[in-house]
């Protein structure tokens, strides 16, 4: 007699049994697979799917907790094992491998560079026409008042929505340092997300995938989320400690992504200022404020080495346009729920 019952997805197989006849009669076979769970789990997310492409977040998130942490459902969604909370010294953070300078303090060179690059081109270009062409001086003149016209209009219009939209296009096309460390900055973002219990309902990885998503020169590179709930408590004026925990680890996933690969970050300055903006509408004192972050580096660092593997393939499906569903799924099964 032989036998073998793996629970949780394995297929249950059966061999033959001896009967009283002493001929083998076939033993009742139980199939278990796993596809059966994978295919309930991808149904749940084609409808969590459908729901934010309607623009439901409630009903998306509805249906995501209604699985949450089931065996056939969502077993990663805020199950994440996070550190104990409490005052840890800048010291601490470099016990673990954490220097906060290098984190706290993005500067986005590639960018930068880029627009100088484009000033000096500009320039080269002037001088070259001037030469080439011979236009005057009242020419010159005029060219460079409409160029400071339209760049005047874009900020007033648009924020600067169209100018950078021309420097994040040519970063991500001449750039392959920066089109990948986009990528891995919201990939960072998306995972957080999910393993805090908050549901990502969008991204775009550049100005142009932005305008061209959500029609706005305004939108760059993001991860968009189901915040309704923390909204509400915002404008209540009471932030629990755990939703403000949540969003804090969140606000920093893309910069300690950046830091964990690059050994310093980049992008994320705005996330940031958006992070400190908020501590300060709470009232928070500066220590509380330094306490609350250095809480928040530690925690989204130690999350992120923990479940490298799955960022790196997140990182992989969001650069090729998977859709949120998708990207949960690529999570779910990445982890092992004993690594949570």
């Known amino acids: 007699m032989i036998g073998l019952s793996l629970m949780h997805g394995v297929c249950v197989v059966g061999v033959g049994l001896p009967s009283s006849l002493g001929q083998p009669k076939l033993a009742r076979v139980r199939i278990q697979c796993s596809t059966k769970v994978s295919s309930s789990r991808q149904q749940l997310l084609e ?6 492409t309607k623009g439901d977040d409630r009903a998306a998130l509805a249906l995501v907790k209604d699985l949450q942490g089931k065996p056939n459902g969502l ?4 199950a994440a094992r996070q550190v104990p909370q409490r005052l840890y010294t800048l010291d601490e953070l470099k016990l673990n491998g954490i220097e906060a300078m290098s984190l706290l303090s993005p500067v986005d060179t590639t960018l930068g560079s880029i627009e100088r690059n484009l000033l000096i ?5 002037g001088f070259a026409a001037w030469n080439v062409f011979g236009i005057s001086q009242q020419q010159i003149f005029y060219i460079s008042l409409g160029l400071l016209f339209l760049w005047t209009l874009d900020l007033v219009s648009f924020g600067g929505g169209l100018g950078s939209l021309v420097v994040d ?10 089109h990948n460390r986009v990528i891995q900055h919201e990939a960072g973002h998306f995972l957080i997300a999910y393993l805090v219990g908050i549901l990502p309902k969008g991204y775009t990885l550049s100005s142009l995938d932005g305008m061209m998503k959500e029609g706005s020169l305004n939108i760059q590179a993001g991860t968009a989320f189901v915040d309704f709930e923390f909204l509400e408590e915002v404008n209540s004026g009471k932030v629990s400690a755990t939703t403000l925990n949540k969003f804090s680890c969140i606000a920093l996933a893309g910069v300690c992504t950046e830091y964990l690969i690059y050994g310093f970050s980049e992008g994320g300055l705005d996330d940031i200022r958006k992070l400190d903006s908020l501590l300060n509408g ?29 960022r790196s393939k997140l990182a992989e499906a969001m650069s090729m346009g998977s859709s949120v569903g998708s990207c949960i799924d690529i999570i779910e099964n990445s982890i092992n729920v004993s690594d949570l």
């Open 47 to 52: 409808s969590v799917d459908k729901e934010l």
């Open 75 to 78: 077993q990663c969604f805020g």
């Open 121 to 125: 081109a500009a320039i080269v270009g």
């Open 169 to 178: 296009t040519i970063g991500h096309k001449f750039s392959q340092k920066y």
């Open 282 to 310: 709470l009232g928070f004192t500066q220590k509380k404020a330094d306490s609350q972050v250095r809480w928040s580096v530690l925690n989204t660092v130690l999350l992120l080495r923990r479940h490298e593997a799955a």
